[in-house]
């Protein structure tokens, strides 16, 4: 079974710098997915990023990169350059490639941007 | 054009109560999901179907039963509702059960409250 730990209930950032949002998993498939979600307050899920786990390079999309450590099995979600739009809770989850396939989510950090 | 929605964004009924929520995805997807959101925000897997087959079908007490009349369409009915029943239901839909690097299209959610 997989299990994705998210340490920081909770997380403040100045607007403007950039934040990280921890994640680590644990899995026995050699293969799988990562991924980040954002859920505002209104509620809806906003799939943010995407890495796999042979990928060679970090995932990047537009202020969103996400800093993969595969020896360590960490995901970690940096945002750039944070806006106060950015406030909202953020998932971390992953998918593996074998037989039990569904997405698995941890339990949220919500990051809040100060003015 | 919502790619993902559900009906009724917000329901409030009585305990012992049996109710339904409606999904339809209009993205050509072949899987589709159920997930619970707890008041924690914690998001588990209920069930998923692929192409109209059950494939996933957690611990999740028999009262909850999915219905998939075709594959755009994944519906949830609830029998004999509980307190603890009250969530966020969100129904989410993905291109295929093997399809790699794609994340899940979710639903604004239903805010179930059984009083």
């Known amino acids: 079974a997989q299990k994705i730990t998210q340490t920081q209930p909770g997380m403040f950032v100045q607007e403007k710098e950039a934040v990280t949002l921890d994640c680590t998993y644990d899995?026995?498939?050699?293969?799988?997915?990562l991924f980040w979600y954002k859920q505002p307050s209104s509620g809806e899920m906003i799939f943010l990023i995407y890495?796999?786990?042979?990928?060679?390079q970090n995932a990047t999309e537009g202020r969103y990169s996400l800093n993969f450590q595969k020896a360590r099995k960490s995901a970690n979600l940096v945002i750039s350059a944070s806006q106060l739009g950015d406030s909202a809770m953020y998932f971390c989850?992953?998918?593996?490639?074998?037989?039990?396939?569904?997405?698995?989510f941890g339990s949220g950090t919500q990051l809040t941007v100060l003015p | 054009d919502t790619a993902v929605s559900q009906t009724p964004k917000y329901l409030v009924t009585q305990m012992g109560n049996d109710k339904s929520i409606k999904c339809e995805q209009n993205?050509?997807?072949?899987?589709m999901y159920w997930y619970k959101q707890d008041s924690k925000k914690f998001l588990k897997i209920m069930f998923s179907?692929?192409?109209?087959?059950?494939?996933i079908n957690e611990t999740v007490p028999n009262r909850f039963s999915p219905k998939s009349p075709d594959k755009a369409h994944l519906n949830l009915h609830i029998n004999s509702l509980e307190l603890g029943d009250s969530a966020v239901y969100f129904c989410?839909?993905?291109?295929?059960?093997?399809?790699?690097?794609?994340?899940?299209?979710f639903g604004s959610g239903t805010r179930l409250t059984v009083v």
């Open positions: 989410a839909s993905s291109q295929s059960w093997e399809a790699e690097g794609y994340g899940y299209t």
């Open positions: 899995t026995s498939d050699p293969s799988y997915g």
């Open positions: 890495q796999g786990s042979y990928d060679q």
């Open positions: 989850a992953m998918r593996p490639t074998g037989s039990a396939r569904q997405l698995t």
């Open positions: 993205l050509g997807h072949d899987t």
């Open positions: 179907y692929n192409n109209k087959e059950l494939i």
